[in-house]
Each structure stands twice: as structure tokens, then as C-alpha cells.
């Protein structure tokens, strides 16, 4: 037996692996009860999250109170914490999403709202990835700035004193990184420029402003700027916050450019140069869109974290969607209801940069296909 | 020695103008110096060898030739233009110049046909639709007309210098410049790569590439050159070169790479 030889004519055929080994059955004994011990924290930690979940769904749904009849808070105090009061945000809905902006007005507010949004997806989706796009987002920033000021059009105009709540978050947000991204860009190129005088600006500018705090920033732009201004001249306050806040994260964004930047090889740069393309053309056919695939993660946490930063406007006087919140619980009838608002205010911050990191997991993936085998 | 080897050069292409000129090129890398009164003609459509040790000053001779890197003393001319700081001279030159790079240097974004149309299209202001007809024609002279809509990241090493050879004969340059082009390969891709080579040079191609690859050079060179500490020490043609070695350092050289062989 042992000496003859073994032929095994019929191929064997492919079993499905067993039930225990695939699927979620599977999945669970791998990851939650591979052991006594893994098995014991599973179950602590399930308990916990369930008993978590079940009190937060008492407390905001079940016993919550979702309007109350013209300011009457008291159905809300009765509650004394043992459930929402959300009539604080049916209420105020209106105020923390567009501030104080005259009330008859607000659906171009709102116009606004949905036109940064639509501009967004827009963005998003790379099949829109053509020149055209650049008009697009001119157009839009364009009509959401009709929009908010009016004045024409049949508008009425509406001061920017007035303006507030999630569309100046937007606003600030969305102007500022359409501004610093290529800034960035720029300054990034600038500080590997073989001109030492590029070079030295570049430096300078990145370090002066990385070297200050955003709050510092913010004031110098609305206390110190005007006073070099010229006699009657005035730049609009919210223009001088924006113009802090592309400074600001134009030095960020530009350190994280530069970073992709350097993790390109020379060989890249050589074997352009050697095909005979021009400074600018190797800069956006080869350099950039390499750079810039490798440093997707870090660019969106900068983003993600500037657009919460924006709130800081909040120090010289600007409603943003934070303040405007902090701002509605002002008033002695809804005082004591901030749990909810914060909720919502937090939940809307979540909404902006969840889907900022969601998609920019799904572009890393896209673009960087190239780099699986 | 050199009279010989101007005689042979000669006989071989007599009417043509000489495609690059060097004369006594000096280029130092900080206190280092790494070209020494380097003189060479090449004349149109022939085939030169470059070889030497490693660290002798090969792969920067024939940078200077596209102006990858600058040369401080001497003057360079390619297809009868000076290499200096004007830009539009630099413009002209690397258009007339191809190179092949050790390490390929494709760029992994963009995909093979990509690679190729990007520089006929924006350099050369080809309309998109011929750019690619011209780039299928290349990528099927190098046989891989197949792989056009991959990535670099999914071809074996001989198929990414095939197409990085591809990519340079696109822009449909009068002078191809090969710096080890077969050394970061397997042995068995090296074959690929070198018959690609001989094919180019079978078309009339004006060809400096520096390799160890004997077989190549004894098949389609012209002139080999020789070159040890950034000099040329030795030129002359392959047969005359591998048999006849007249220098200790040249004796020295071929019998370490028969060793590796
Ligand atoms: N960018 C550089 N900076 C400084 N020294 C260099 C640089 N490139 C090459 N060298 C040096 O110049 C000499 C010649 O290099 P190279 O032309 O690459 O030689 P080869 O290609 O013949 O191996 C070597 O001593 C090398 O170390
Ligand atoms: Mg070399």
C-alpha cells in the first residue's frame, strides 16, 4: 500500500465552507465570543448599550414634549428631566437655522441652505468633475449671495447684521475652504519653488499664521484691520472673518499639501521634465492629482475641523449655528432647555462632517484604485 | 585611438550631422568632480553603448544630454541646439529626446494609454483621437497593445519598461536615451525589454544607452564607450572593445561583469 502510487483521476469538487465559519454565525464567533472572556465583555458591553439606548428613547420620545401653546413652558418643567423637551426646537427651529434674519425672508435663507447643499452633492460626484463645475460653484456662491443680501431682484436688502444661524456656518465654511484649498495649494507649490523669494513668503506665511491662534485671528481681522483702513472705508465684518479664516486654514491645508508633495518620488518629476512638459502642465497632470490622492485623509480631517472652527466667530460677534443656538435659550421662558438644543446644534454639525468622512473613505478608495494589484 | 574610432563612426554615416555634440564637459556634484572633459559626438542614427562601473558618471552623462541634470564647463548640442538656460532652447531639446529611465518611472495614476497620450497631447498639441491612434501603433510595436487601459501598478516590470519605451516614442523623438533600462528587471523579463530595443534600433534610431548588456551591444551598436571616474577611457567598436581591451581599468571592468554573468 504504501509503495503504490496514487492517482487521483476526478478533480474534488468545492464544499461550501460550514455554516459556523461564514456568515453572521460565523462573524459573531470570531469577533464576540471567541473565548470565555471575550464572551463575558460582549455581553457587558451589549447590556449597557441596550439599557443606554432604551433610557435615551424614554427620555426623547416617549415621555418627550414636542410643542408647547405659545411659550407656555410649564408642560416642559413638569417633565423635570425625565423627558425631552423638544417644543424648544419647534419653537426656535426658524432662529437657530437663519438667526435673526426678518421672518417673511427667510425662505431665501433657506434657498440658500438648499443650494450649499445641492452644491455639495453636485461636487460630490465625480462624474461632475469637469471644468464646468468651476462655473457651477460661481454661479451658486453667486446667487446664495444675491439671495442672502437682496437689494435687488425685487429682494428687499437685508443688512448682514441680520444674517445668522447655519447659513453663516455654511457660508464661512464653505467660502473659506473654496479659498484656502487653492491658496494652499499655491503656498505649498511656493515653499518647494527654487526662487528663494517665493520660497521665503511662502515660509513666512505659513509659520506667522500656523504661529497665532484662530481666536487671535478673528480679533486682529475685526478690531485692528479696520484701523489701518482708510477714513470712511469699511470692509464688512463677516468679510473680515472670512478673509481670517482662508488665511488661517490656507497655512494648515498648505503644511498637508506639502506633505503629498514630498512623498512623490523624483522620478516622477524627471520622467516629466524628460517629455518636455512645462512647470504648470507636470504641476497638474502628474504632481497634484498625486499629491493630492496621498494626503485625502489628513486634508478632511483639516476640513472637518474647520468647519467646526468656524463657530469661533462666535468672540466677535458673528451668529453662527452655535450661537444662534446658545442665543434662542436666552429668553427667560425657554431657559434650562440646552441639553436639546445642543442635541440638535451637535447633530447638525455631525450630519455636515459625517458625510464629509464617509465620502472622502469612498474617493480614497476610488481614486487610489490604481494602487491595488 | 580616437582617430579610429572617428573613422569608424564616420564610414558608417558620413553624410549625417552629428546628433549630439559634447566638448570637454566638466560637472561637478558640489566639491565632486563627476564629468571629466568629456568630448563625444554621435552622429545621426547611431547607436552608442555607454559602459562603466557604477559611480563613473554614466547616468549623468546622458542626463546632461536632456538637461535632467546641468553641466558647469563645456558645451552640449543636441541636434545642433546649445543646451543653456533659455528656456525655449530646453523646450525644443527634450521635444527631439526620449529617455528610459532604470526605474520606469511611469506615472501610476494615469493608465498605460494615458501615460502615453499625456505629453503628445500637451506638448506636442496632437488632437486627442491621433494621439491615441499613434499611442496604440507604439504600444503594439512593443507588444502589448492588450495592457493600454491598465494601470502601471498591474504589469510585470518588463511590460512597464516596455511601455515607459512606448511612452517616450510617442512624442516621436530623433534621439532615445536608455539609462540602464534592463537593470531593476528579472532576467527573464530582460529578453522582452532588449528585443524591443534591438527592433528600435533596427529602425535608424539615434541611440545612447548606457547597459552591461553585452549581447546588445555586440549586436546593434555602433560604438561602445567606455567610461571610468567620469572619463571616457575607451571607445571604439564592440567587437574591438570586449576582445582587444587596451586599458588595465577596461581589462579590470569587463572580467568583473563576465564574473557576474
Ligand atoms: N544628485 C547627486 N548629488 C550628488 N552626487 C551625485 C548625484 N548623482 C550622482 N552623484 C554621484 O556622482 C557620481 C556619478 O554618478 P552616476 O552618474 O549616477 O554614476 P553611474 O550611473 O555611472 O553609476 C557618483 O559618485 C554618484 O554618487
Ligand atoms: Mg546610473
Given amino acids: 500500500m504504501s ?55 424614554e427620555w426623547g420620545v416617549i415621555n418627550a414634549v414636542w410643542s408647547v401653546p405659545n411659550n407656555q413652558t410649564q408642560a416642559c418643567r413638569d417633565l423635570r428631566g425625565t423627558g425631552a423637551c423638544w417644543a424648544v426646537i419647534t419653537e426656535k427651529h426658524r432662529f437657530i437655522l437663519f438667526g435673526t434674519y426678518p421672518y417673511e425672508e427667510q425662505w431665501r435663507a433657506f434657498a440658500a441652505i438648499l443650494i450649499f447643499i445641492a452644491l455639495f452633492i453636485v461636487s460630490a460626484l465625480r462624474r461632475f468633475w469637469r471644468k464646468e463645475l468651476l462655473l457651477v460653484w460661481v454661479a451658486a456662491l453667486g446667487s446664495i449671495g444675491v439671495l442672502m443680501w437682496g437689494g435687488v431682484l425685487g429682494l428687499a436688502y437685508v443688512p448682514q447684521e441680520r444674517w445668522g444661524g447655519l447659513v453663516i456656518t455654511l457660508i464661512l465654511a464653505t467660502f473659506g475652504l473654496a479659498f484656502a484649498f487653492p491658496l494652499a495649494i499655491l503656498v505649498a507649490l511656493g515653499r518647494r519653488s527654487r526662487l528663494p523669494a517665493i520660497k521665503a513668503l511662502c515660509v513666512i506665511y505659513v509659520e506667522l499664521i500656523r504661529g497665532v491662534p484662530l481666536i487671535s485671528l478673528l480679533f486682529m481681522a475685526s478690531v485692528m484691520f479696520p484701523l489701518f483702513l482708510p477714513e470712511g472705508m469699511n470692509i464688512d465684518k463677516l468679510l473680515r472673518a472670512q478673509i481670517a479664516i482662508i488665511l488661517f486654514a490656507g497655512a494648515y491645508l498648505a503644511e498637508v499639501v506639502r506633505g503629498g508633495l514630498q512623498a512623490l518620488s523624483r522620478g516622477q518629476y524627471e520622467a ?70 445642543y442635541l440638535t446644534v451637535g447633530f447638525i454639525y455631525f450630519c455636515f462632517c459625517f458625510a464629509m468622512s464617509r465620502y472622502s473613505q469612498n474617493l480614497e478608495a476610488e481614486l487610489n484604485r490604481h494602487r491595488v494589484r | 585611438m580616437s582617430t579610429t574610432m572617428e573613422a569608424v563612426a564616420s564610414a558608417a554615416r558620413a553624410d549625417a550631422p552629428p546628433a549630439i555634440m559634447l566638448d570637454k564637459v566638466n560637472k561637478w556634484y558640489g566639491a565632486m568632480h563627476v564629468l571629466r572633459d568629456v568630448s563625444l559626438n554621435v552622429a545621426m542614427g547611431e547607436r552608442l553603448v555607454v559602459c562603466g562601473p557604477s559611480g563613473s558618471g554614466k547616468s549623468t552623462l546622458i542626463r546632461c544630454i536632456n538637461r535632467l541634470e546641468t553641466h558647469q564647463e563645456g ?81 510585470s516590470g518588463g511590460q512597464q519598461q516596455r511601455v515607459a519605451i512606448a511612452r517616450a516614442l510617442c512624442m516621436k523623438p530623433k534621439i532615445m536615451l536608455f539609462d540602464e533600462p534592463t537593470s531593476a528587471l528579472d532576467p527573464e523579463m530582460i529578453k522582452e525589454v532588449l528585443e524591443v530595443m534591438v527592433g528600435l534600433a533596427e529602425t535608424g534610431m539615434t541611440m545612447v544607452c548606457v547597459t552591461h548588456e553585452m549581447g546588445f551591444a555586440r549586436q546593434v551598436a555602433d560604438r561602445v564607450v567606455f567610461m571610468d571616474r567620469g572619463e571616457i577611457v575607451e571607445q571604439g567598436p564592440p567587437g574591438e572593445i570586449f576582445e582587444n581591451p587596451r586599458t588595465d581599468r577596461l581589462k579590470l571592468f569587463l572580467s568583473q561583469i563576465l564574473r557576474g554573468h
Fill in chain 1, 272 to 341: 516629466a521634465d524628460a517629455l518636455g512638459l512645462s512647470y504648470w502642465k507636470k504641476t497638474g497632470f502628474i504632481v497634484l492629482p498625486q499629491a493630492l490622492r496621498l494626503v485625502i485623509p489628513p486634508l478632511v480631517n483639516t476640513f472637518i475641523g474647520f468647519f467646526k472652527d468656524t463657530s469661533l466667530v462666535l468672540i466677535i460677534g458673528i451668529f453662527d449655528l452655535l450661537t444662534a443656538g446658545k442665543t434662542a435659550i436666552i429668553e427667560p421662558a425657554w431657559q434650562g432647555f440646552g441639553i436639546e438644543v
Fill in chain 1, 3 to 57: 509503495t503504490t502510487a496514487i492517482a487521483n483521476p476526478i478533480p474534488t469538487p468545492a464544499r461550501p465552507a460550514p455554516i459556523t465559519l461564514v456568515g453572521p454565525i460565523g462573524w459573531m464567533r470570531a469577533n464576540l465570543f471567541a473565548g470565555w472572556v471575550s464572551s463575558l465583555v460582549s455581553l457587558l458591553l451589549l447590556f449597557l448599550i441596550v439599557k443606554w439606548a432604551l433610557g435615551f428613547i
Fill in chain 2, 75 to 155: 558645451s552640449i548640442k543636441v541636434d545642433g541646439i546649445e543646451l543653456s538656460d533659455d528656456l525655449r532652447a530646453l523646450d525644443a531639446i527634450r521635444r527631439e529626446v526620449g529617455m528610459v529611465f532604470q526605474s520606469f518611472n511611469l506615472f501610476p495614476h494615469l493608465t498605460v494609454l494615458e501615460n502615453c497620450t499625456l505629453a503628445p497631447i500637451w506638448v506636442r498639441h496632437m488632437p486627442k483621437a491621433e494621439a491615441e491612434t499613434l499611442a496604440m501603433e507604439y504600444l503594439e510595436r512593443v507588444k502589448i497593445p492588450e495592457q493600454a487601459q491598465k494601470y502601471p501598478g498591474q504589469l
